[in-house]
């Protein structure tokens, strides 16, 4: 099995900085795939920022640069910079990894435990 736990989330004044961490555990052979996703009460979870093992990166538009995805020394670690926050970007934030493993065939995918982000107004 594999587990990502998150860390990072909190409240932050409209225009401040916030950084989101996820790093994974357990039976990992490789992770294809790292993303940041939002989802706010009464909608659907939202793709905002992923990353592929060989380094390319991918936005939403809505947060084009204002988030920065990167990947950590110790390589099963993501994190998300997010900067210039507004109170549009409060949500819970979920990291989800594509991984594959020496125990099974074929990628499966992992989320974290999510991670409450509130932009003050």
């Known amino acids: 099995q594999v587990q990502l736990v998150e860390s990072g989330g909190g409240l932050v004044q409209a225009g401040g900085s916030l950084r989101l961490s996820c790093a994974a555990s357990g039976s990992i052979f490789r992770i294809d795939r790292m993303e940041w996703y939002r989802q706010v009460p009464g909608k659907q979870r939202e793709l905002v920022a992923g990353?592929?093992?060989?380094?390319?990166?991918n936005y939403s538009n809505s947060v084009q640069g204002q988030f920065n995805i990167s990947r950590g020394n110790a390589k099963n670690t993501v994190y998300l910079r997010m900067n210039s926050l507004k109170p549009e970007d409060t949500a819970v934030y979920y990291c989800?990894?594509?991984?594959?493993?020496?125990?099974?065939?074929?990628?499966?995918?992992?989320w974290g435990q999510g991670s409450p982000v509130t932009g003050s107004s």
């Open positions: 990353m592929c093992s060989g380094g390319r990166t």
């Open positions: 989800n990894f594509q991984v594959q493993s020496q125990f099974y065939s074929g990628p499966r995918a992992y």
